[in-house]
């Protein structure tokens, strides 16, 4: 599989302060990497770090499977923060004017346009956009130039619902249609969680965690506790008809990871068998809850 990004041991110091702490990340072909953590984490330094307009202190960053760096970073396109747009010129003036720094024919401008969902925005200026639209000009500016890899720093930071959903239904197109490759920054996991493949939680400068989408969910699914008086007669009822490995037993407590919808049959089984339950409950963690308790908050 190609790898798009891998960084080792990738830090940035300032002053006393990690910013970046051997970071070790990869991104292969194809992933809408999620990459989370609280404000001040050091995602945008690791962002600066990986399009080179900041310097790491300590370690390595390769590129494409190790393409030479000015290659590699033309490959890249980029919206950190809030974009710098041209508020008097609309958003085909705007893409004309960065096409200078970045290329573009007349013709991807236009392509573009389309693709962000501004083609029809025809003298509106970038000033009067609503916020939505400004960050889809920014990701309009970094799509200049036909990018594999698109670094977006905190893109539906501050947008309402509608803005989000534009946000996020454009970031999917670009990586099913386009095949782009896609580094996104968030603190809103829910909202990330609707279209990352695989995440990396960053937490005061350090990667504790990189996990597919998959495995996340798998790790946030619902359980079944049942609180009783004795584990192993209730362990051993329930391995009647449930496979051992969704049965655990912790503390006074029975957790099963599968027949949940069963939860009011099984009581009944263990009150006819003589073991006290002193409650049972759905237990549902949240993307939010396990992010939280990842990083200690
Ligand atoms: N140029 C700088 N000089 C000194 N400290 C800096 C500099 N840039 C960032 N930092 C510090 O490095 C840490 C990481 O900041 P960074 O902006 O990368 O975090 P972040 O996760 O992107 O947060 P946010 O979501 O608030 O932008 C913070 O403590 C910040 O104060």
Known sequence: METILQTTNLSRQFGKKMAVNNVNMTIHKGDIYGFIGKNGAGKTTFMRLVLGTAFPSKGEIKLFDGEPFDKARRKIGSLIEAPGLYKNCTAYENLKQFSLIYGGTDAEIKEILFLVGLADTGNKKAGKFSLGMRQRLGIAIA???????????????????????????????????????????????????????????????????????????????????????????????????????????????????????????????????????????????GLEQYFMKRIGG
């Open 143 to 285: 799509l200049l130039g036909n990018p594999e890899f698109l670094v977006l720093d905190e893109p539906v930071n501050g947008l309402d619902p509608a803005g989000m959903k534009e946000v996020r239904d454009l970031i999917l197109k670009l990586n099913h249609e386009k095949n782009i490759t896609i580094l996104i920054s968030s603190h809103l996991l829910d909202e990330l969680s609707k279209i990352v493949t695989r995440y990396g939680i960053i937490n005061d400068g350090m990667l504790i965690e990189e996990v597919t989408a998959a495995e996340l969910n798998e790790r946030c699914q619902h359980k079944l506790i049942f609180t009783v008086d004795d584990v192993q007669k209730t362990a051993a009822i329930f391995a009647e008809t449930i496979p051992a490995e969704q049965i655990r037993i912790a503390g006074n407590q029975v957790i099963l990871s599968s027949h949940l919808e069963e939860a009011a049959e099984l009581n009944k089984r263990l009150v006819q068998q003589d073991v006290a339950v002193n409650s049972f409950w759905v237990h549902a963690e």
